[in-house]
């Protein structure tokens, strides 16, 4: 058994799904996107999984929601911080 290909993180999923739809990869770079991926992540517990199915099947619709809505915070959070940091960065050069 490779745990690194059966096993992951559910919530890595979810954020990726979340970046997707707020269209990120559109207009950030691919090092802010995997900041904001790994700060976000951090923010959340982790959630492991083997199969996709089994969250479809077996998490509770109202469970999922608060999952989802848990990454929407987190990412948001993420990129203010970053954001934020970019700010000071350009204020102090």
């Keep these: 058994m490779k745990l690194d290909d059966d096993i992951h993180n559910y919530y890595e999923h979810l954020v990726l799904q979340r970046l997707s739809e707020l269209e990120l990869d559109k207009t950030k770079s691919a090092d802010y996107l995997a900041d904001v991926c790994c700060l976000a992540l951090n923010q959340v517990p982790p ?3 083997r199969f996709e199915v089994d969250m479809a099947f077996y998490l509770p ?3 999922r929601q608060q999952m989802e809505m848990n990454v929407e915070s987190a990412v948001e959070k ?3 911080y970053l954001d934020q940091a970019k700010t000071k960065r350009t204020t102090e050069e």
Excluded: D, K, N
């Design 47 to 49: 959630r492991y999984i």
């Design 78 to 80: 993420a990129m203010r």
């Design 61 to 63: 619709q109202s469970e």
